[in-house]
Nanobody, 123 residues
């Protein structure tokens, strides 16, 4: 059973930074892509970033240039470094993993989800 456990959320002022971590277990971590989604109150889940098993990365336009996704296969962990945070980045952030394949912008494509971690950006 794949398990994903996020950490690192919190309250930060606008233009500040946070780093989210996601520890994965239950299968060989390095063989699979990983991703991050977020969901703000009253809104649908939104794709944030993904990283392939080879290290290829992809970002939504809303975070490109400010967020960086990375992975440490030795630690079975994926990270999301968030810089220049804006109040509109406020959301619950979820770590996700697929059954197989590269990545998708659609939340239903991702099989495994963490419990989420709250990020709140004050103005």
């Amino acid at each position: 059973q794949v398990q994903l456990v996020e950490s690192g959320g919190g309250l930060v002022q606008a233009e500040g930074s946070l780093r989210l971590s996601c520890a994965a277990s239950g299968r060989p971590f390095s063989n699979y892509s990983m991703g991050w989604f977020r969901q703000a109150p009253g809104k649908e889940r939104e794709f944030v970033a993904a990283i392939g098993w080879s290290g290829y990365t992809y970002y939504s336009d809303s975070v490109k240039g400010r967020f960086t996704i990375s992975r440490d296969n030795a630690k079975n962990t994926v990270y999301l470094q968030m810089n220049s945070l804006k109040p509109e980045d406020t959301a619950v952030y979820y770590c996700v993993a697929p059954d197989s394949g590269d990545f998708s912008l659609r939340p239903n494509w991702w099989r495994y989800w963490g419990q989420g971690t709250q990020v709140t950006v004050s103005s």
